[in-house]
């Protein structure tokens, strides 16, 4: 059984993030802006705080996915099956690349599968592209992609920016929205909606929320660029045509913390209920700490950890998950906040920019 393009593409996609630097290059997370006021009486003793949450029904030690990176080639089954041990080792979530290779053939299906032969305690979720749900059986497929891994949950990705730029991107969102309110009536798993690098909004976040998605990864932009990964795939006919579409789109998108901030807001009115995951850029514990201050229930990490894994292994990606983990605790301890819950509490009085302004300005 031959290789799909779709195989290659994703081979692709992984290569070129860990070998080139594929940074937004002007545009940053805004998380730098932003600094905790100090508490010089927390009040509470560092041994006593927990960081233990439940995602997908499941618990979590920490409140941190390993977010949608890769399968559907022969290399992703040993890189996949290195962050499930990772999340089974840390009590961590995982989700799994797009799966559209798995809908073309099954000659990699085992890059998907062993994620779920690892660990069936870890929360695990599926993934595919928006546009997919527009395609002949995409309900019907999209249930037995969730079977294939046995997914606590399932993501639909939206990447217009990237389909845009990609070669032989699927730029036809006409219909999108409405087919995934179908998905959600008819799959029995939670739904979540995620973007891959330029941001959702409030006005996005609200449409998907109407249809009854309960999850949203709002994966802004400062991290990896999509459109710059896409760019490096381009051949194109001039090096002023690359550097046109370099200035006009490598820095698109939203910033992690803007769309993370309109996002939390439309829960804040206490007229909606529904779990936030901010992703995008987060490269410390205590931009994980910020992004829970700002309304996250949980926060998202891929780039830095694969790059980690490749260079050092297990061991090392380990080790990086630790010192997050401290930095997440020490931030929690040094604002006084016990829980997940006292984090998230403390951002209208204690989450403050520069001069320590309000929140709000």
């Known amino acids: 059984m031959k290789s799909s393009k779709t195989t290659s593409r994703k081979q692709q996609h992984v290569d070129i993030t860990l070998r080139e630097d594929v940074s937004h290059r002007t545009k940053t997370t805004g998380f730098e802006q932003w600094d905790f006021r100090h508490n010089a009486l927390p009040e509470i003793n560092l041994s006593d705080i927990s960081t233990s949450t439940t995602f997908l029904g499941k618990p979590l030690s920490f409140p941190l996915i390993i977010a949608s990176m890769t399968g559907g080639y022969a290399a992703a089954k040993r890189i996949n099956q290195q962050l499930a041990e990772i999340c089974a080792t840390k009590g961590l979530a995982l989700g799994v690349g797009s799966q559209r290779q798995a809908l073309e053939n099954k000659l990699y299906h085992s890059s998907f599968t062993v994620v779920r032969n690892v660990s069936k305690e870890i929360p695990i979720f599926g993934n595919i592209g928006g546009t997919e749900l527009l395609k002949p059986n995409a309900i019907d497929n999209i249930l037995r992609l969730a079977d294939l891994i046995e997914a606590d949950g399932f993501a639909i990705h939206l990447n217009p920016l990237q389909e845009f730029l990609q070669p032989e991107g699927d730029t036809n969102f006409s219909g999108v929205l409405k087919a995934l309110e179908l998905l959600v009536k008819r799959i029995s798993i939670p739904v979540l909606v995620k973007e891959i690098g330029a941001g959702i909004s409030a006005t996005v976040a609200s449409k998907v929320l109407d249809v009854g998605v309960q999850y949203i990864d709002v994966a802004g932009a ?140």
């Open 222 to 361: 400062g991290g990896t660029s999509w459109a710059g990964v896409e760019i490096l795939r381009t051949k194109f006919k001039s090096k002023q045509e690359k550097k046109s579409v370099i200035d006009a789109f490598w820095d698109w998108g939203i910033p992690t913390v803007d769309a993370l901030r309109e996002v939390a807001a439309l829960r804040d009115n206490g007229t909606r209920s529904f779990k936030i995951i901010a992703s995008g850029g987060l490269s410390n514990g205590v931009d994980m700490a910020k992004s829970v201050a700002f309304g996250a229930n949980y926060v998202g990490v891929a780039r830095p950890l694969l790059k980690e894994l490749q260079d050092g292994g297990k061991r090392a990606a380990l080790k990086l998950l630790d010192r997050w983990e401290r930095e997440f605790c020490g931030s929690m301890f040094l604002t006084g906040s016990q829980t997940i819950l006292d984090l998230q509490l403390i951002r209208t009085s204690f989450l403050c920019r520069g001069v320590y302004l309000a929140v709000s300005c």
